[in-house]
């Protein structure tokens, strides 16, 4: 108890040099594309309200939802695209952490695409010595 009432002196003598340094090492990751990752959507959110939420901040360019495709239900997360990188970081100051549709969200820089290696190539099966062959939905058949 003795060192968290200490602990908070400590911060209160020194709080905005303090408070100073923790918002530059919060901030310091500077945007390099205008392009926004949205994370902690709600499943009913789509484009369009994603579109009405950041246009206040600049011209937006792009507002997607990524969804499933089997479903077609959001998956959770989206990119918002700005013409600028400076209307891109007023979006993020003003959009994270806040509630869109009910759920908090989160702004993020979008990173670029890793490129995935293309996916093995199915060959036919073969059957085995004792005459059948192996499909990998059902199992053995004949």
Do not use: H
């Not at 926004?36 to 009913?44: H, N």
């Not at 969804?67 to 239900?73: A, P, Y």
């Not at 073969?126 to 499909?135: D, V």
């Amino acid at each position: 108890m003795a060192f968290a009432s200490s602990f908070r002196r400590v911060l209160s003598s020194g709080s905005s040099v303090l408070q100073s340094q923790l918002a530059t090492v919060r901030f310091s990751s500077t945007l390099t594309s205008p392009k926004l990752f949205i994370s902690g959507l709600s499943r009913l959110t789509t484009d369009e309200k994603l579109k009405e939420a950041f246009s206040s901040f600049g011209q937006l360019l792009d507002a997607k939802v990524i969804t499933d495709r089997m479903s077609g239900r959001s998956k959770g997360f989206g990119f918002v695209t700005y013409a600028t990188i400076e209307e891109a970081e007023k979006a993020r100051e003003g959009m994270n952490a806040k509630f869109l549709d009910g759920w908090v969200i989160f702004v993020d820089p979008a990173k670029p695409r890793e490129s995935r290696p293309p996916p093995p190539r199915q060959s036919e099966s073969q059957p085995s010595e004792t005459g059948f062959r192996t499909n990998k939905t059902i199992g053995w058949c004949g």
